[in-house]
């Protein structure tokens, strides 16, 4: 199993749809997760980070479930300029030790389109 | 506040040539990371450090080499440069639980 599986995607969706990706990872230790949008021939850029609660940050939620070790991102009501890849982070944290790196995802490509 | 910085932006090089990438962090983090990214590849690992002195090989070392002499500075060499080496390479740095900061990149094509 990979460290960590994302959506391979791509997404094409009109402008206003709700898209959902997904993401599993294998490290049941992992500690901290995120997502990150890269825009085409730009760095990546954290969007959100991911909490055990989940959390919120206007059109875009996020979801972690341990148990199942999975990461979601929800975007409602997409615009043009959603259009990117998103990426999903995994970090050990403390537990990785001598062997800590941070994970990415290989990403999953939004299209918007009007 | 320059975050992180990645020279040079672009660089063409010839096969066999060599160069050193750099990378500068100001945000006295302790972990460090390379990454090439090509189309339909997302990124790939090359080498990180997890502090200063210390480097471990990632998902794709082959032709490359790194170094962390200072904290703040993570340097990727190619001895021997080869097309198929012809890529965008990302430097990054975080510390555990934090978010990890990019530089902008650098366009390298192997000729």
């Known amino acids: 199993r990979k460290e960590v599986e994302q959506d391979p995607g791509p997404f094409n969706v009109p402008e206003g749809a709700t898209v959902a990706f997904n993401c599993t990872y294998s490290n049941s230790a992992s500690q901290s997760f995120f997502w990150y949008r890269q825009d085409c021939r730009k760095e990546p850029k954290l969007l959100m980070s991911?909490?055990?609660s989940g959390n919120e940050d206007g059109r875009f939620t996020a979801q972690l479930n341990r148990a199942s070790q999975y990461i979601s991102l929800l975007i409602r009501d997409s615009k043009l300029s959603d259009s990117a890849t998103y990426l999903c982070?995994?970090?050990?944290?403390?537990?990785?030790?001598?062997?800590?790196?941070?994970?990415f995802g290989k990403g999953t490509l939004l299209t918007v389109n009007p | 506040n320059a975050g992180v910085t990645q020279t040079p932006k672009f660089r063409v090089l010839k096969t066999g040539q060599s160069m050193t990438l750099l990378c500068a962090q100001d945000m006295n983090h302790e972990y460090m990371y390379w990454y090439r990214q090509d189309p339909g590849m997302g990124l790939r690992l090359i080498h990180y450090?997890?502090?200063?002195?210390?480097?471990a090989k990632g998902e794709v070392p082959d032709g490359y080499n790194v170094s962390r002499l200072k904290k703040q500075n993570f340097l990727l060499g190619l001895e021997s440069a080869a097309p198929s080496q012809t890529s965008v390479y990302f430097c990054?740095?975080?510390?555990?639980?934090?978010?990890?900061?990019f530089g902008q990149g650098t366009r390298l094509t192997v000729v």
């Open positions: 982070v995994v970090s050990p944290g403390d537990s990785g030790g001598s062997n800590y790196k941070l994970t």
């Open positions: 990054a740095s975080e510390d555990s639980y934090t978010e990890a900061f």
């Open positions: 991911v909490y055990s």
């Open positions: 450090s997890v502090g200063e002195g210390t480097t």
